[in-house]
């Protein structure tokens, strides 16, 4: 257990920019900042993080909360492994016993396998640095490629010993699980039953998420033998998927946000190269074709990429396939063509970060007008390969979601091959217009049950309270504190101010009962510390141990801004929600109690129509009249209280 005073260190530190930051590229507008939200795809940012409030909120998927929701979320760690990342994020002190065997088991697949991992990289590291096989063999080849102590260090690589077993011996000794060992594939499990090392004689290449938590390795064998694989990766697991990892991009993403561009590379040697050069906004697809999962990783910190080819023509042409989805994904992307024989490790290691800069500044062209270009070479006046060129880059601008950027491309390559630039819009026309038809055609292919509805879509509950017990709570959260109006002092009693949480809780301390749990839970913890003469704050919610609280808290916060203070251009003041307060929190109240009469009075309708008995119809009706004309009375009074009533959002 984590005691309550290091959990509130953790929260005053977290700064939910800064740890924001970590996994989306932000951008200031205003008092808060702006990005891609990391768990929905979009393309136009509607992610926003509140500094003032500590708040981050998505207004595409809903999504919202603290500094330790969002790494929750993110990550999908505990509650409390998700404070240990942060304290340590911090360099908070966290005072915990050792794990015991039976406590490591006790916790869940994924942690485990993390775990397992961790373990692995710091036992690989050791053997390249601590041992004489490792240092003769594993050590030596990285000096031989040229990588300081300082590159080996800070990517954290190591070395897998020969003997066939003496990883996975290890970490059963230490209390590590055969199962874990297994799932991660640091293990393979002979017929025989005994495990053998996956990694068994290979240099190690640890792999790390967007947190620097090490999920998946790549070994390189040094052996000549052709039997073997040169290089061989982690299979699938819980915690690694390929396709949905870019190597480099834990320590590259600071330098990508600044840069504001990611240069993409093939292998893991490129990035080390480049980074031990000077450039460190850098990742690689580790020598798969490009993934949607991987570019959209890359464009949660910068829209622009620069793809770094080697000499190697054949190479080249299988590689731009794949930056096709890069565009469709509006990306920005260029390309720089190295010098024959060179690729991004060899010409990182024969020049500094500013030779390497000027020369990717002065080579880097944009990709439509590079493929153009390069797949004209092959053309030499062939009709038939110069119409099917042309519709290579035709398919490839449709891609592009933006028009303006497609008129541009259109424009460009309609000179670069001497056709008209409306015959190129005419065909990506066709193609736009083919995709929209396939995609009418899936939607009306959509199965749907007997009413009518298409299958698998969640339809939201209606709760007519619910709306009005959010705005009756976002008020007490938000304005808690301020004084609505001053009773002025009399013979009995000296002048009082009535604050927004003295007024609501008295407003509502006998009629109203909240219906919603989350927000019960809020208001009867707020009533109950007002009552002993505390005033909590909204902080006091975003920030609860109770991950609903903070983020039913986080969302009411967020779902609507108060307006700022504005002046129309003739110079009339338009006044802030704060201005009439009392105004809006009577209307939020009154709104809320008439629908709750409404819901009484149509409870006794309903238990007059069941009373069925002549007999006793005079003696049970008459108190149901009574008390239905009582709430008549106070529908009425409720009613012209509320003028013309405020419609809230529904």
């Not at 908070?92 to 697949?109: G, H, L, P, T, W």
């Not at 690694?240 to 600044?258: P, R, W």
């Amino acid at each position: 257990m984590i005691d309550k005073e290091t959990i509130d260190k953790i929260f005053d530190a977290s700064d939910i920019v800064e740890v924001v930051s970590d996994f989306v590229n932000l951008k200031k507008r205003g008092v808060n900042y702006l990005g891609n939200c990391p768990f929905h795809n979009e393309k136009t940012p509607s992610f926003t993080v509140s500094p003032a409030k500590g708040i981050y909120k998505c207004f595409g998927c809903g999504k919202g909360g603290n500094s330790v929701n969002f790494i929750m979320e993110h990550e999908q760690l505990t509650y409390v492994d998700t404070l240990k990342w942060l304290a340590k994020k911090y360099h908070i002190e966290v005072q915990e016993k050792e794990e015991s065997q039976e406590e490591r088991e006790q916790k869940d697949a994924r942690e485990s396998m993390l775990i397992v991992n961790t373990f692995a990289q710091t036992t690989f590291t050791h053997n390249l640095i601590e041992t004489e096989e490792g240092r003769a063999v594993g050590l030596k080849y990285f000096k031989e490629r040229g990588f300081t102590d300082h590159t080996i260090k800070k990517f954290e690589l190591g070395y897998c010993r020969k003997t066939r077993d003496s990883f996975s011996l290890l970490a059963l000794s230490k209390g590590y699980k055969e199962k874990y060992l297994i799932d991660t594939g640091l293990s393979i499990k002979r017929d025989d039953g005994n495990l053998f090392d996956r990694f068994s004689e290979r240099v190690i290449f640890p792999i790390h998420n967007l947190m620097g938590r090490v999920v998946g390795f790549g070994g390189r064998t040094l052996r000549s033998d052709k039997n073997l694989s040169k290089y061989l990766n982690s299979p699938e697991s819980e915690i690694y998927h390929k396709s949905k990892n870019l190597y480099g991009l834990y320590f590259a993403k600071k330098a990508i946000t600044q840069n504001d561009n990611v240069y993409l590379v093939e292998g893991y040697t490129d990035v080390m190269s480049m980074h031990q050069a000077g450039i460190e906004n850098v990742v690689a697809s580790s020598g798969t074709a490009l993934t949607v999962e991987q570019i959209r990783l890359m464009r949660r910190f910068t829209p622009n990429v620069t793809v770094l080819y080697d000499g190697d023509a054949a190479g080249i042409k299988a590689a731009l396939r794949g930056i096709d989805l890069v565009l469709e994904e509006g990306m920005n992307v260029k390309v720089v063509l190295l010098p024959d024989g060179e690729d991004p490790d060899s010409f990182a290691h024969k020049h500094s970060a500013t030779e390497l800069y000027d020369f990717i500044k002065a080579n880097e062209s944009d990709f439509i007008t590079f493929k153009t270009r390069l797949l004209l070479s092959d053309v030499q006046g062939d009709p038939v390969k110069k119409a099917n060129l042309i519709a290579d880059i035709v398919r490839t601008i449709a891609v592009i979601p933006d028009t303006i950027t497609r008129a541009i491309y259109v424009k460009e390559c309609s000179g670069l091959m001497d056709v008209d630039e409306r015959i190129i819009h005419s065909e990506i026309n066709k193609l736009l217009f083919k995709k929209r038809e396939q995609s009418w055609k899936k939607e009306q292919n959509t199965p749907v049950n007997p009413a009518g509805e298409a299958l698998n879509i969640q339809l939201p509950v209606s709760n007519k309270f619910e709306l009005y017990e959010k705005e009756i709570i976002r008020l007490l959260l938000t304005h808690g504190d301020k004084v609505l109006f001053t009773i002025a002092a009399n013979d009995e009693h000296p002048e009082e101010n009535i604050s927004t949480a003295s007024y609501i809780c008295r407003e509502l301390e006998d009629e109203v009962e909240i219906q919603g749990p989350v927000y019960k839970l809020i208001f009867d913890e707020y009533r109950h510390h007002y009552i002993q003469g505390t005033v909590l704050t909204s902080t006091y919610f975003t920030q609860h141990k109770n991950q609903l609280v903070s983020k039913a808290a986080a969302d009411l916060l967020t779902d609507g801004f108060p307006i700022s203070k504005m002046w129309s251009k003739k110079g009339t003041y338009i006044a802030t929600e704060e201005d009439n307060l009392k105004h809006v929190i009577d209307s939020a109240i009154s709104g809320y109690k008439y629908e709750l009469v409404l819901t009484i009075l149509q409870g006794i309708e309903t238990e007059l129509k069941s009373v069925d008995k002549p007999e006793n119809q005079e003696e049970t009706m008459a108190p149901l009249y009574d008390k239905y004309l009582a709430y008549t009375k106070f529908k009425i009074s409720i009613a012209k209280m509320l003028g013309e009533r405020i419609i809230l959002k529904r």
